[in-house]
């Protein structure tokens, strides 16, 4: 049964590719899902692992097109904004391409010094 | 507008992303804000989320969900070759609270714009922060660049403490956007201190 939703699913985004390559509803692109046990924050940092080109070819173009845009990092928020879907779309495609093992995480540093780390901000932000 | 060919970045370059939440009401100047300080075209992201609204489901069977879809504006800008400070700016109203939870976890603190002729609008966002005990600093974005009323007429109106640091801001100015952020880390960095050695 879930297969054939696939399908389905596979056969709406070729229609709508084929005439304006907007028209997809982004839920398509996740199956429905928009709630995933992965917790990813809208800064985190995703990078392409050098894994990335071996599933490449297998993807579909909305999951193939977050792999292209993550080669440099970029935070989760700006994937969704660049592609111009809701950021729960972009973290479900996110959080399958991390069980892939294509794209890898770069969380905040949370055990790191806080305080250090504003000192370091705090300059950052002097020097604007 | 951006492109995504356009961010050629240094490869392999992992940083260290901040982020500061940049609240206040409609209209008062936060995209302003942003766009001020942000190295990219700010760029606009949405979020739903969808309630389930069993009262207002008398009329229709059909429409048994509410989807609210909250549109946000952010920025970055590279503070060291290491740390990355993302900007958010957010709605204020209530209603999008949903959103200030996802924006507020993990943020350095918040800079709550707040606009003299309609200062009422930036309560919600105060109070928010307040409850959370988050960092959060007040900037006044002068309408007009008119500095008309002082910042202890305004902290009176606001009720807020003394310890809460409140400064003019006008959003189209960088320098003025600095000093905010600045107010900001440095409020962040003198709790955690206090934290550390308490």
Redesign the interface.
């Given at each position: 049964m879930i297969e054939e939703a696939e399908v389905g699913v596979d056969e709406i985004d070729a229609d709508a590719d084929a005439e304006t390559g907007r028209l997809i509803r982004p839920y398509a692109m996740t199956g429905g899902r928009t709630t995933i046990d992965t917790d990813i924050?809208?800064?985190?940092?995703i990078?392409a692992s050098s894994r990335a080109s071996q599933h490449l070819g297998a993807y579909r173009w909305e999951t193939a097109k977050v792999v292209e845009?993550v080669?440099?990092?970029m935070?989760l928020?700006?994937v969704?904004?660049?592609m111009e879907i809701?950021?729960?779309v972009a973290r479900v495609l996110v959080a399958d391409l991390v069980l892939d093992g294509a794209v890898v995480l770069?969380e905040?540093?949370k055990t790191?010094n806080?305080?250090s780390?504003?000192?370091?901000?705090?300059?950052?932000?002097?020097?604007? | 507008m951006s492109e995504i060919s356009d961010s050629p970045q240094p490869a392999g370059g992992t940083k260290i992303p901040v982020k500061i939440v940049v609240a206040g009401g409609f209209g008062v100047g936060k995209s302003t804000f942003v766009n001020t300080v942000s190295e990219i075209e700010p760029l606009r992201s949405e979020a739903t989320m969808t309630t389930a609204s069993a009262e207002h489901d008398d009329l229709s069977h059909i429409a048994a969900k509410t989807t609210t879809t909250v549109a946000m504006d952010f920025g970055r800008v590279a503070l060291t070759p290491e740390i990355v400070l993302y900007l958010f700016g957010t709605p204020g109203q209530q209603r999008f609270q949903f959103m200030w939870n996802e924006l507020s976890r993990g943020a350095i603190g918040a800079v709550i714009l707040a606009d003299t002729r309609r200062l009422g609008d930036c309560f919600a966002a105060v109070d928010y922060f307040e409850a959370r005990n988050m960092p959060f600093v007040i900037g006044i974005n002068p309408f007009d660049g008119r500095r008309t009323h002082t910042i202890e007429a305004i902290r009176e109106a606001v009720q807020v403490e003394d310890h809460v640091p409140m400064l003019y801001c006008d959003a189209r100015e960088r320098g003025d956007v600095k000093n905010g952020l600045i107010a900001l880390v440095e409020l962040a960095l003198m709790r955690e201190r206090s934290k550390t050695h308490a």
């Open positions: 924050g809208l800064e985190t940092q990078q845009l080669q440099t990092p935070a928020i700006e969704a904004a660049r809701p950021i729960g770069h905040p540093a790191q806080f305080a780390l504003l000192e370091r901000v705090l300059d950052g932000v002097r020097n604007l | -």
